[in-house]
């Protein structure tokens, strides 16, 4: 009884980090996009002033709170006992592991060195 236990808190943290690494790598392709059409439009001069830009990042980081607040709903035990943090570890290592790979990218395509 205490060998399944364990295991059911290990499985626990384990999908509590997997929530968390989709919900960041999630946020981390919303601002990839967000970020490949400032591209755009300050390629085509059509770019607002920085106040008309701003109001943009707002709305994509309400997008992410709600999603873990749909995450918490709909999954509770994910958010007690401890296992808050393996959903927010989750979260920085998607949304780390996006922004690693468009550092890869320009680090190939030579725009660091």
Known sequence: MHTLLQFMVALRLILAFLVGGCLGYGFGLIQLRASRRYQKLQADGKLKPFIGVVPGSMARIAILLMGLLLAQVL???????????????????????????????????????
């Open 75 to 113: 999954c509770p035990v994910f958010f007690a006992d401890g296992t808050q943090w393996c959903v927010s570890g989750g979260l920085v290592i998607g949304c780390g592991y996006q922004m690693f790979q468009q550092l890869q990218a320009k680090r190939k395509a030579g725009f660091l060195k």
